[in-house]
Every structure is written in C-alpha cells, then in structure tokens.
C-alpha cells in the first residue's frame, strides 16, 4: 500500500472508546473497522513489495545502467524527503478520509499506467521513475495520515496492541510479498504485478470509503498549509517528550538499517543462498515479529518502556552480529526470528511513545516528521553501511553496527520515554471566551494575551518553577514569544505575557489546550492571591499608517 512506509504501518486509536476490557495482543482486531482496514493494509503491502521486485526487474530489461537501476529506489523514497511536513500538515487541516480516498486514486492510477505500458511495450526508463515517483508522492501523503487516524479506530487500551499489529502485517507482506512478486514477473512479466499492485488500492478504497469518522469539530477557519506547517514545528520544538522520541528513533534505525541493506549480499555471498533462501530468512523475521506480537503485551506488564526498548535494541543487536558471524542456516534463521521479536517490540514502543503524548489537532504533523526520521535513518544508515562494507568487507560492518546498537540505550538513557503514560490529552475547553467590543478581522494580529498574578514575595521562587512549565505550553500551543514581568513599584504583581501571529491564532490555543495543561495551569495559579482568578486582557495590534 505505501511502498515509502514499508517499515512502519498505520496504527489506530477510537476516542469513542469501545470496552475498557484488558488489552491482549489481537484484541484491536475485535474492532471491525480496524480489522477491515488492517486486512487491507496487509493485502495491499503485499502488493506494494511485489510492485518493488516488478520496478527494479523491468529497469534491468530497460537498461545495463547501475545508476538508472539504482534510481528507482530513490525515485520511491524521495517523495518522503520532500513532502513529509506538507502532508502531515496537510492531513490536520483537510477531512482525512477524503485525502486517503483521493490518495489512494492517485495511486492506483499511476501503477495502472505502469502496467498498461509495460504491457504495451511503450515503458521507457524516464517514464518508469517518473511513475514510481508519482507512487512514491502518493505514498509519502498518505503515510502521515495513517499514522494519525490510529487512535479514532480502537481504544486508547488498545493502542498498543494496534501499533504492534500494524508491524506484523508490514512483516507479513515483506516475507510474502517479494518471492510472490518474483515468481509473478518470471511467469507474466512485470506488468502483471502492476495490474495487481493498482488492484490493491481499489482494495482499499473500498474499505476507507465505508469508514464514517465523526467529525473534527471547530469554530475556527482551518488553517492554511503554511500556517499549519510553522504550528506543527513548533509543537515539536517546545515538546521534550517527542524530542526524544525522534532521538531514541534515529539512533536505533541508524545502526539496525545494516541488518536490512547488508542481509541480501550476506545471504548470497557468505551463506551461498539462493533467491530462495534469502526469502526465507525474511519469513524467519516476519515469523520473529508475529511471535513478537503475541508476547508484546505480557512484556509490556513486567518492563517499561525504556526497559523493553532498551532489551529490543540488544536483542536485535545479538541479531545482527549473527548475520555477522553465524555460517549455520538454522542458527541463523532462530536468530533472525529472534531480530523480528526485537524488531516490532522497538518499532512498536516509539511508535505508541509519539503517540500517547500528540493530541489530535497535530498529530498527522508530528507522524509525518516521526517517518521522516526513520526513513530517513533508514535509508542514510543503509548507504553508510553500504560504504563500510565496500571498503571493510561485509561482516564488519555488521559487527560494527552491532557495537553501535549495543551503545545506542547507553548514549541514550538520559533521554527516557514517556511510553504508555496515560495522559489526559483532550481538548479542556475550560479556557473563557474572550469579550470582544471591537470590529476584530480573524486575521488581524499580533495578538497580545495578558494574565496578571498576584503572588506572596515568600512563594515567588515556587511560583516561578511553575511557569516554567507554563512557558513551555503557551509557546506549544502557539505563542511566538512569552515573557513574565514583574511590577517595580508592587512586588506582589505578575503579568505574564504571551503574543500569537493573528487574533485567530490565538482563539485556535482555546481549542488546543488539554486536561493535562489545565493540571499544569492549576499548579502555578495555586500561587495566585486572592479570591479572584488571575485577570486576563486581550490586545490587538493596530495597524498605524
């Protein structure tokens, strides 16, 4: 389905709930929504890796050039580079069953055309990157928004649970997918996998178009592309607890991408296998992550998050070093299964990590720039992991990227994970409406926001640890510049300030404010004397000529 996100699949979360019944590692599939669109999903990867096999056996018929060859790959993975932060702004602004509908046209039209030209006989090399390409942008759109619809499909209880499936069926369709299209294109031809790639899409049209979400809700214009673009990077430059997300994300696929580039030259060259058993040790990995779905919420019970991330590293680390090392079949197939475990408990631990601490409003953002980072970690690490193992031989630079896993959680540990922290991340809605007496554009700005305390000179070092956390989610939620300010002549007086773009800018942080800011917010308005909560004045700029 998204040939740019082959690693990592959509995940899915309900907020109208469903049961609070103990999650289990199939429970999200008892939610027919996610079930149906999960079966999909899975179909149609498999479709997408057997369009891969098709792209790159089609290019070497076309042309003896390595660089054309080479290219398609690049012409797929691109679009990621390029549109990530569009599309996830993108996804948070439009209606998103829509986008994936449109998407999934735009698609199934451009693999369509790659099989009635290769059928034809009319496929050339340009066209043929141009048409992975296009796949590649529709892909790259997509991916973002399948993230972000995670949690609208099952249970926040399940949300694990979902992610870790989604994992699985990327597995699934990775070990099926690539010997079923090879054996597509040696009996049809490589327009055969095509048709049947852009079959896939239909598959799942059909069932997004069945889909009703309940809609976003919200007085507020929705915000351009550009605007949306400069909030969500925003968000992620004042949220440490996504920072560090993306950190633990790169360090991790940076090192684990050997494992993935190197296994093909590995199992050919030191193994002496076949196309055959090199499918093989892929299905060990797929099999490795099933199993690993099945026992993840057992795991999850007895080690937290950064404990879990920290064993999969390790334990996917001891994987790589077996390709490295082990000369036995057997042995390294167990091993391998036991990578796949690794594989899905980390990929799965990060993925639920990002979103248990994203609200909606920008959550297709922040997964956008979350696969981003992996794969662009991904595919970075592969090439320099191609180089050292051009110049040093294959086996050592797996054993090097072993080290690097074994030392990443080590680097890392001071970067600890927010995991399966339950917190309270919908709108509070508690924040007054503003008294308005003026003819005010919603476009108008800046706007100024005014909050006067009034504090004890004796808890005035307390109170200003509070806000220190309050800085951090006005800036979040949209204020380019905060400051707080103190009355020379009136000790007790406080006014912190905070200045949004526009007018309508600031009437969206209304809406973007949770039940975890509100707590926040409780804790440093504790200080405030009086009986009376803090006074709060609304100013916007005039335009002097």
Same mark, same amino acid.
């Given at each position: 389905m998204v040939k740019a996100a082959r690693n990592i699949v959509p995940a899915k979360q309900s907020l109208e709930?469903?049961? &609070?019944?103990?999650?289990?590692?199939?429970?999200?599939?008892?939610?027919?929504?996610?079930?149906?669109?999960?079966?999909?999903t899975v179909v149609s990867n498999i479709g997408t890796w057997m369009q891969d096999v098709g792209e790159s056996w089609l290019m070497t018929s076309l042309t003896t050039s390595p660089i054309l060859v080479a290219l398609v790959e690049t012409a797929g993975s691109l679009p990621v580079v390029l549109v990530a932060l569009p599309a996830g702004a993108l996804a948070d602004i439009v209606d998103r069953r829509r986008l994936l509908l449109f998407m999934q046209i735009w698609m199934f039209v451009a693999a369509g055309a790659m099989g009635v030209l290769a059928l034809m006989g009319q496929m050339t090399p340009a066209r043929l990157l141009w048409l992975?390409?296009?796949?590649?942008?529709?892909?790259?759109?997509?991916?973002?928004?399948?993230?972000?619809?995670?949690?609208?499909?099952?249970?926040?209880?399940?949300?694990? @649970?979902?992610?870790?499936?989604?994992?699985?069926?990327?597995?699934?369709? *990775?070990?099926?997918?690539?010997?079923?299209?090879?054996?597509?294109?040696?009996?049809?031809?490589?327009?055969?996998?095509?048709?049947?790639?852009? @079959?896939?899409?239909?598959?799942?049209?059909?069932?997004?178009? *069945?889909?009703?979400?309940?809609?976003?809700?919200?007085?507020?214009?929705?915000?351009?592309?550009?605007?949306?673009? *400069?909030?969500?990077? *925003?968000?992620?430059? &004042?949220?440490?607890?996504?920072?560090?997300?993306?950190?633990?994300?790169?360090?991790?696929?940076?090192?684990?991408?050997?494992?993935?580039?190197?296994?093909?030259?590995?199992?050919?060259?030191?193994?002496?296998?076949?196309?055959?058993?090199?499918?093989?040790?892929?299905?060990?990995?797929?099999?490795?992550?099933?199993?690993?779905?099945?026992?993840?919420?057992?795991?999850?019970?007895?080690?937290?998050?950064?404990?879990?991330? @920290?064993?999969?590293?390790? @334990?996917?680390?001891?994987?790589?070093?077996?390709?490295?090392?082990?000369?036995?079949?057997?042995?390294?197939?167990?091993?391998l299964a036991g990578g796949g475990v690794a594989w899905i408990a980390v990929l799965a631990s990060l993925n639920v990590s990002a979103q248990t601490v994203t609200p909606s409003w920008v959550r297709a953002r922040v997964m956008a720039v979350y696969l981003l980072v992996f794969m662009g970690g991904l595919a970075a690490g592969s090439a320099v992991w191609g180089f050292v193992a051009a110049r040093l031989g294959v086996s050592t630079a797996l054993l090097f990227a072993a080290i690097g896993l074994l030392i990443g959680p080590v680097a890392a540990w001071r970067y600890r994970l927010a995991g399966n922290t339950n917190l309270s991340l919908t709108p509070s809605l508690h924040w007054p409406e503003p008294i308005v007496l003026i003819d005010a554009e919603a476009t108008e700005g800046p706007a100024i926001t005014l909050v006067e305390y009034r504090i004890d000179p004796k808890t005035a070092d307390e109170f200003l640890e509070a806000m220190k956390e309050m800085k951090r989610i006005r800036q979040r939620d949209g204020a380019i510049r905060w400051n707080l300010l103190r009355d020379t002549a009136d000790p007790q007086r406080y006014i912190e300030t905070f200045v949004t773009e526009s007018w309508t800018e600031h009437l969206r942080q209304h809406e973007r404010v949770t039940a975890e800011d509100r707590e926040v917010e409780k804790r440093a308005q504790a200080f405030h004397l009086g009986p009376e909560p803090p006074r709060i004045t609304h100013l916007i700029a005039e335009q002097v000529k």
């Open positions: 709930g469903g049961s &609070h019944r103990p999650a289990s590692a199939w429970s999200p599939l008892g939610e027919s929504v996610f079930r149906a669109i999960w079966i999909a992975t390409f296009f796949l590649g942008v529709g892909s790259a759109i997509s991916n973002p928004v399948w993230q972000a619809i995670t949690p609208e499909l099952v249970s926040p209880s399940d949300l694990p @649970a979902a992610i870790t499936l989604s994992g699985v069926g990327i597995n699934i369709a *990775r070990a099926i997918g690539p010997a079923l299209g090879g054996l597509i294109v040696a009996a049809s031809g490589p327009w055969a996998v095509f048709f049947l790639n852009a @079959a896939s899409f239909v598959v799942i049209m059909a069932v997004v178009y *069945r889909w009703q979400p309940a809609p976003r809700k919200s007085k507020l214009p929705p915000e351009d592309i550009v605007g949306a673009m *400069r909030a969500g990077t *925003r968000y992620l430059r &004042h949220s440490p607890e996504l920072q560090t997300v993306l950190i633990r994300s790169g360090i991790f696929v940076i090192c684990a991408s050997a494992l993935w580039a190197l296994l093909p030259q590995q199992a050919r060259r030191h193994l002496g296998l076949g196309s055959f058993g090199y499918g093989l040790l892929l299905g060990f990995i797929g099999l490795g992550a099933l199993v690993g779905a099945w026992l993840l919420p057992t795991i999850r019970e007895r080690l937290s998050t950064n404990q879990l991330v @920290a064993a999969g590293t390790v @334990a996917f680390a001891l994987a790589t070093f077996s390709l490295a090392a082990v000369h036995s079949f057997a042995v390294l197939a167990a091993a």
